[in-house]
């Protein structure tokens, strides 16, 4: 089934580039205000380390980019709900058969290194 929003290449405008841009400075700039606030008391460099944050995602997701991610996760979350999932008998089966296969797996690998040990040391180089 096809999704609501059609997969369209978009050409990003000046305003959108300018919004990113100042979404990045906002991140710098919270982050250059922590460590020069630093006579400061901690709630207060850490409360104006979320503002600016906020105000820098805040900027994120006006911006074209933010919108296709707020469309991305809300077409994940429709996708999500049309999921079937298996009943717990299925599950467990599954999951038994998956613990099973790996067992022997690893069995199998051990006897092939073993093998591999005993004839590379014992019988071509006579180590042990």
């Known amino acids: 089934m096809a999704t609501t929003?059609?997969?369209?290449?978009?050409?990003?405008?000046?305003?959108?580039?300018?919004?990113?841009?100042?979404?990045?400075?906002?991140?710098v700039g919270a982050v250059a205000a922590f460590?020069?606030?630093a006579a400061q008391p901690l709630w207060m460099r850490v409360?104006?380390?979320?503002v600016l944050l906020a105000a820098?995602?805040?900027?994120?997701?006006v911006s074209e980019?933010?919108?296709q991610l707020i469309a991305f996760g809300q077409d994940s979350v429709n996708e999500t709900k049309k999921v079937v999932w298996p009943a717990r008998k299925e599950a467990m089966q599954m999951t038994a058969y998956v613990f099973a296969f790996v067992l022997v797996m690893a069995l199998f690998l051990w006897l092939t290194d073993k093998t591999l040990e005993w004839a590379l040391y014992d019988l071509i180089l006579g180590w042990r």
């Open 47 to 50: 409360a104006v380390l979320l």
């Open 56 to 61: 820098a995602v805040g900027v994120f997701f």
């Open 5 to 27: 929003n059609p997969q369209v290449e978009t050409v990003s405008s000046g305003a959108d580039k300018a919004k990113l841009a100042f979404a990045g400075v906002l991140v």
């Open 35 to 37: 460590y020069l606030l």
């Open 65 to 67: 980019m933010g919108k």
